[in-house]
Nanobody, 120 residues
Framework: QVQLVESGGGLVQPGGSLRLSCAAS????????MGWYRQPPGKQRELVAS???????NYADSVKGRFTISRDNAKNTVYLQMDSLKPEDTAVYYC??????????????WGQGTQVTVSS
């Protein structure tokens, strides 16, 4: 079992930045693929970004050039740096881990979610 705990959400003005963190339990974090999903109000959950165990990244078209996913295996933590935020980025953001280290759509374990609200 892997436990994931997200932090860093909050209220930010359009054009601002936030950095989400996801701390994972366990000593084999480095072999998991990790990802961030989001669920806007009234909409389905969607993949935002993922990173494989080898460090290959994948982004949704809507966030390319604005969001950056990274991982620190020494700290068992994955990050999502979000810049140039827009109101349409408002959503609950979820961290996810997958046993398949090469997965670009991780899905095995989920965090509880953290709210991001972009509004003036």
């Amino acid at each position: 079992q892997v436990q994931l705990v997200e932090s860093g959400g909050g209220l930010v003005q359009p054009g601002g930045s936030l950095r989400l963190s996801c701390a994972a339990s366990g000593s084999i974090f480095r072999i998991y693929a990790m990802g961030w999903y989001r669920q806007p109000p009234g909409k389905q959950r969607e993949l935002v970004a993922s990173i494989t165990s080898g460090g290959t990244t994948n982004y949704a078209d809507s966030v390319k050039g604005r969001f950056t996913i990274s991982r620190d295996n020494a700290k068992n933590t994955v990050y999502l740096q979000m810049d140039s935020l827009k109101p349409e980025d408002t959503a609950v953001y979820y961290c996810c881990a997958d046993h398949d280290g090469w997965s670009t759509v991780p899905s095995d374990y989920w965090g509880q979610g953290t709210q991001v609200t972009v509004s003036s």
